[in-house]
C-alpha cells in the first residue's frame, strides 16, 4: 500500500538547517537557514523519501500578489477545541516518554511559553510543570481521573475500540477526549471517532494497523472525508481537530504541505529531539533556549512559505487547502487519493 | 569605483586569478556533477562543440533529463569530435516582436552587482555585446563598465534599488521582475555582509545592511496594475518590456495575463535556478520545473491566441545546447544561463554565494584591497567560448533533427519521447512516452 517506507531517518542537509535554528549549529539561532545557488532538492536531485517530497508549494505573483513575510504580517496561529485554545504556530512537540523527568518539566514549560503544544502520550506520571497550563498538554494517560489535564488522549487502533461511554467520562469530567489513531485508509475509523465525540484525531503514522497508508494519505482521506460527513458548518470536520504526526517529518516544509492536505497541527518527534542536539545537550537551560530557537525558526519558515503563496493565515487559508499545491510525478491514482493536481495542469 | 579592475590595480598585492580551481568532490547528490561542470569548462576552453547529445543527463532524476529527441535513440553518437561543425543552419532568431536580433537565442540570466563580486558582471556584459546575446543586469542598479554596454536589459524589480530614468533607458529592453525560481514569491535578497560602499552607492542602501526587496511589488496586485506598469515603461524608455516570473501553479495564467497586458516577452524561471542567497526552506519547497511551466504557458499563449511575436525566455538549470533544444521543442524561443556562465568562468559549486567569501572569487565580497581578483579577460573569453562552443553543439543537433533553423524548433514537441514519466507529467508536456 506504500509508495514510500516511514523509518526514513533525519539527516544531511535537513538535520544541518533543524540544529542551525536550534543554535546547535552555525551563528544564527532563531533565523530560517539562508542558501545559495541551485536546489538540491528531491524529486529533481536527491531521492525523493517520501509523498512530501512530490508536492510543491505555490508562489503568488501578477494575478495576486506575494505577502511580504519580513515586513507584514503572517498569521500562523491556529485555533482548537472549537476555539477555546490558540496555539501561536500550529505545531506540538512529542515523542517525551523516554526523557528525565526534569527535561519534560522544561519542555512542557516551553512550549506553554511558545505556545505550542506539549504531547505526553506515553509517560507514566505527568509532570508538575503541567498544572496551570493544562491547555497546552495532551495527557499521555488514556483514561480518565489519573491526570489534571484537560485534553485526555485515548489510543484508538482499530473501529471496535472506540468506547462511547469512555469518550462521555471524560467530557463530563470537564476535560477534552483526544484521540490516536494509526495511518489507515479506512476513513470509517476517523469518522467513527468524530461523530464519538472526540475533540481531535492526532493521526501517528508510528502505530501500527492493518492497512496502513502514508500520513500524507490519511491525513487528505481523513479531512475529505470529515468534511463530506454533514452539509456546511454542520460537516463532522468542523467538530473535530485533525493533528498529525511522524518521526520521519523533518522540519517547516513537511509541516507546510500536511496543513495543505487538511492538518492543523503537526507535532515533531525525532526532528525537534536531533534540532537541538539532545543527544549530547541534556542541560534544561540550554534544551528550554534552543527549543525556543528552533520553534521560532520554524514559525518563520512558516511564514516565509505562507507569504510566498500569498496566504495571509495559516488557518484560514492554507489548511485543507490543497490548491496551494501542486504534485510532480505522481500518478493519477495518487492525485486523486491526495485531492492535488499535478505540476502544470490549470 | 575602477579600483575593481584588474588592469588598473596598479599590480599591487592582489592574485589575478585566470584559471580554474580543481572541482571538489561532490559528498552528497548535485544537479551541476562534475560532469556537467567538466563538459561546460571544455566549452569555454575551446569555444568548440563537445557533444552531439548531452551525456550528462543519464542517471538524472530531472524530468528534462528523462525526455529525450526519438534521434538521438536512433543515432545515439553523443562526442563531437571529429564532426564538421554544421554549416547552413541558422540560429538567429528574433525576439520580441522582432525588435531584438538575437544571433542565438540565449540569455545571459539577471545576476546583479552585488551578487556577483563586479568583473563577472562585467565580463557577462561584454561578452553579450561581443557575441550578439543579451545580459539581463539584475536588480540593484548597475556597474559602471556594464552600464557602457550594449546590449543589456535593465531590471525593474520590486525594491526600485539605485533605478532612474537614465538607467531605466540604457538597455535594448526593461524586464520587470516579479519572481525567480529559487524563491518564487519572495524578494531578492543580498546578506549584508555583501553590502559594502560601492554596493550601498548603486543601491543606496546603508553599508552591511541586508537588501531584501519586497515579496511582491506593492504597485503590482493584479494583472491591471502590472499593464499600467508595462505601458509606464515602454512609454517612458520607447524600449520593448518582458516580465520575468518564477514558475509556478498558475504560470500558464500568469503568462496569459502577460501577454494580453502588452509585454514583448515572459521570462519563467524554473524551480532549482541559482541564487545568490534564498532561505532554504523556500528554494526547496515551492515552485514548478521549468519543462512542466514552459510546456504549459506555451500551451495556453497558443489556446488563447497570443503566441505570435511574443516571447517565452526559459530559464532554470539550463545546463547544456540539448537541454535549450529540448526548451525550444517544448515552446521557448529563447533559454536563459545564468549558472552555466558562471562555471564557464571557475565557479566550482560550493554553494557559498551568500557567505561572500567564494572560492572562485565571482560571487565573493567586495574588498577594498582584495588578495584575490578574478582576471576579467579570462572570465570574458570563457564566457564567449561557451557561447561558440554552446553554438556548436546546438547547430549539431538542429542539424540532426532536420531543422536549418533554430526557430522551427520551436514548440516541437513531437520530436521528444518520454522515458518512464508519469502519465499526468506527459499529459502536461504533451509528449509521447516510449513505446
Known amino acids: 500500500m506504500r509508495l514510500y517506507s516511514k523509518s526514513v531517518s533525519i539527516e544531511g542537509r535537513a538535520l544541518s538547517y533543524l540544529r542551525q535554528m536550534a543554535g546547535a549549529e552555525g551563528r544564527v539561532p532563531g533565523e530560517p537557514p539562508i542558501v545559495s545557488m541551485g536546489s538540491t532538492a528531491p524529486p529533481f536531485v536527491e531521492d525523493p523519501q517520501s509523498l512530501l517530497d512530490h508536492i510543491v508549494s505555490d508562489g503568488a505573483q501578477v494575478t495576486r500578489p506575494s505577502i511580504d513575510p519580513y515586513r507584514e504580517p503572517v498569521e500562523t496561529s491556529i485555533y482548537l477545541f472549537d ?12 515523542s517525551l516518554n523516554d526523557l528525565p523527568m526534569e527535561l519534560v518539566e522544561t519542555v512542557v514549560r516551553t512550549c506553554y511559553r511558545m505556545g505550542v503544544i506539549a504531547d505526553l502520550s506515553g509517560l507514566g506520571a505527568e509532570p508538575s510543570s503541567v498544572a496551570g497550563r493544562e ?68 493521526i501517528d503514522e508510528d502505530l501500527e494497523a492493518d492497512r496502513e497508508v502514508e500520513l500524507e494519505v490519511a491525513v487528505s482521506l481523513c ?98 487547502n490543497r490548491e496551494l499545491f501542486r504534485a510532480v510525478e505522481l500518478d493519477d491514482r495518487m492525485l486523486n487519493v491526495l485531492g492535488v493536481k499535478a505540476a502544470g495542469s490549470w | 569605483m575602477m579600483e575593481q579592475f584588474p588592469e588598473r590595480m596598479g599590480g599591487k598585492e592582489a592574485i589575478i586569478v585566470d584559471r580554474y580551481l580543481n572541482i571538489p568532490r561532490q559528498s552528497s547528490p548535485e544537479f551541476w556533477t562534475v560532469n556537467r561542470i567538466e563538459h561546460i569548462r571544455k566549452l569555454a576552453a575551446t569555444g568548440r562543440p563537445a557533444f552531439v547529445w548531452d551525456p550528462c543527463k ?83 542598479g548597475v556597474h559602471p563598465e556594464v552600464a557602457k554596454c550594449k546590449r543589456i536589459v535593465i531590471q525593474w524589480a520590486s525594491a526600485r534599488f539605485g533605478l ?33 560602499e560601492i554596493i550601498s552607492r548603486t543601491r543606496r542602501i546603508p553599508v552591511g545592511t541586508d537588501a531584501i526587496s519586497p515579496a511582491p511589488h506593492h504597485d503590482i496586485y493584479s494583472i491591471e496594475d502590472l499593464e499600467q506598469r508595462i505601458w509606464a515603461l515602454k512609454e517612458a524608455t520607447g524600449k520593448p518590456v518582458f516580465v520575468k516570473v518564477a514558475a509556478t501553479n498558475y504560470v500558464a495564467y500568469v503568462a496569459a495575463g502577460v501577454a494580453r497586458m502588452g509585454a514583448d516577452g515572459i521570462i519563467i524561471d524554473g524551480q532549482g535556478a541559482g541564487t545568490g542567497a534564498a532561505p532554504s526552506v523556500v528554494r526547496d519547497n515551492v515552485g514548478l520545473p521549468i519543462e512542466l511551466a514552459v510546456a504549459t504557458a506555451d500551451a495556453m499563449l497558443r489556446r488563447e491566441g497570443m503566441r505570435d511575436g511574443f516571447t517565452v525566455i526559459a530559464a532554470g538549470r539550463v545546463s547544456s545546447a540539448e537541454d535549450m533544444a529540448k526548451l525550444m521543442a517544448l515552446g521557448a ?36 584591497n582584495p588578495k584575490k581578483l578574478l582576471s576579467l579577460e579570462f572570465a570574458q573569453r570563457c564566457v564567449e567560448n561557451l557561447i561558440r562552443g554552446w553554438t556548436g553543439e546546438l547547430k549539431l543537433i538542429l542539424e540532426r533533427l532536420g531543422l536549418s533553423k533554430v526557430t522551427e524548433l520551436v514548440g516541437r514537441r513531437d520530436l521528444l519521447v518520454g522515458l518512464g514519466l508519469e502519465e499526468p507529467t506527459r499529459r502536461v508536456l504533451v509528449v509521447e512516452a516510449l513505446q
Open chain 2, 164 to 196: 532612474n530614468l537614465h538607467l531605466l533607458r540604457l538597455g535594448e529592453a526593461v524586464v520587470i521582475k516579479i519572481g525567480q525560481g529559487a524563491k518564487p514569491g519572495i524578494g531578492g535578497h543580498l546578506p549584508g555582509t555583501k553590502v559594502v
Open chain 1, 223 to 320: 479531512d475529505k472525508a470529515l468534511r463530506s460527513s454533514g452539509t456546511g458548518t454542520k460537516a463532522l470536520r468542523y467538530t473535530v481537530n485533525l493533528i498529525a504526526t511522524s518521526r520521519r517529518l523533518r522540519g517547516s516544509g513537511d509541516v507546510f504541505k500536511l496543513l495543505g492536505l487538511g492538518a492543523e497541527v503537526v507535532l515533531l518527534k525525532d526532528c525537534w529531539r536531533l534540532g537541538i542536539d539532545l543527544q549530547r545537550e541534556s542541560n534544561p537551560r540550554v534544551v528550554a533556549e534552543r527549543l525556543e530557537h528552533l520553534l521560532l525558526g520554524m514559525q518563520k519558515e512558516l511564514k516565509l512559505l505562507a507569504g510566498a503563496a500569498g496566504a495571509s493565515s495559516l488557518h484560514s487559508t492554507v489548511c485543507g
Open chain 2, 58 to 140: 543519464s542517471g538524472s532524476k530531472r524530468i528534462l533529463d528523462r525526455l529525450v529527441f526519438r534521434r538521438e535513440l536512433e543515432d545515439p553518437v553523443p562526442s563531437a569530435e571529429g564532426l564538421e561543425e554544421s554549416d547552413g543552419i541558422e540560429v538567429e532568431s528574433e525576439i520580441a516582436h522582432g525588435r531584438i536580433r538575437m544571433a542565438v537565442p540565449l540569455y545571459l540570466g539577471d545576476m546583479s552587482f552585488g551578487a556577483l563580486s563586479g568583473i563577472p558582471n562585467v565580463a557577462l556584459a561584454r561578452a553579450a555585446d561581443s557575441t550578439g546575446l543579451l545580459c539581463g543586469v539584475g536588480e540593484g
Open chain 1, 135 to 202: 491547555d497546552y498538554v495532551i495527557s499521555g494517560a488514556d483514561g480518565v481521573g489519573s491526570t489534571a489535564a484537560r485534553n485526555v488522549q485515548v489510543i484508538i487502533t482499530g473501529r471496535d475500540d472506540v468506547d462511547p461511554a469512555l469518550v462521555r467520562r471524560v467530557v463530563s469530567s470537564g476535560r477534552r477526549p483526544v484521540a490516536r489513531a494509526p495511518a489507515t485508509d479506512e476513513v470509517e475509523l476517523y469518522t467513527a471517532l468524530a461523530s464519538s465525540g472526540f475533540k481531535a484525531i492526532v
Open chain 1, 83 to 94: 476555539g477555546d485554545v490558540r496555539l501561536s504556530m500550529p505545531m506540538g512537540i512529542s
Open chain 2, 333 to 368: 524561443d529563447c533559454v536563459s544561463i545564468g549558472t552555466a556562465a558562471l562555471i564557464a568562468m571557475g565557479c566550482v559549486m560550493v554553494h557559498k554565494c551568500h557567505l561572500g567569501f567564494c572560492p572562485a572569487v565571482i560571487t565573493n565580497r567586495i574588498e577594498e
